[in-house]
């Protein structure tokens, strides 16, 4: 990512973003799958760790609307087809927890701040997401960057 002559990343897409892309009846499910069929690995991307949240998720919801472990790759294997996945090295983790601490990031919110370094790392143009106040919290670089689907 980022080397010169290879394309701008546009987007990234939070956890929240991607989540509501695989349930129908989300509130958010329409403006969120338009954004990702849109996507391309060349210009789209989200963190490693949404890999985790999105399986978690989806196969946690209520029995009515809950994801079979097969049925949640499969939503895995074609976010791994579309949008390319941004991880961070031991060092990078490292710092962004430590960052995270000096600010006052805590709790549930550290995930949050792990994957802004990630779209922070990526060079991303926008991040995706629905947990705007969440992202708002993670310092102006990553709050400029912030939209929804």
């Known amino acids: 990512m980022g080397n010169p002559g290879q394309a701008p990343v546009r987007h990234f897409f939070d956890t929240s973003a991607l989540v509501p892309v695989f349930i129908d009846q989300h509130i958010h499910h329409e403006a969120s799958l338009r954004a990702y069929l849109k ?3 060349k210009h789209d ?3 490693a760790h949404s890999l985790a949240e999105v399986y978690s998720t989806l196969t946690r919801l ?3 609307h809950r994801a079979s472990a097969d049925q949640a790759m499969l939503f895995l294997e074609d976010m791994e087809r579309r949008i390319t996945l941004i991880a961070l090295d031991a060092e990078e983790y490292w710092a962004a927890i430590a960052d995270a601490a000096k600010t006052g990031v805590v709790g549930g ?3 949050d701040a792990l994957l802004g370094r990630c779209a922070v ?3 991303a143009e926008t991040i995706y997401t629905w947990n705007v ?4 919290q993670l310092g102006t670089n990553v709050a400029r960057l912030i939209r929804t689907p």
Do not use: E, M, R, V
Not at 133 to 136: A, D, E, L
């Open 39 to 41: 996507a391309d690995k």
């Open 45 to 47: 991307c989200c963190g």
């Open 109 to 111: 919110l550290t995930y």
């Open 133 to 136: 106040g969440h992202f708002q």
């Open 121 to 123: 790392k990526a060079k």
């Open 62 to 64: 209520p029995p009515s």
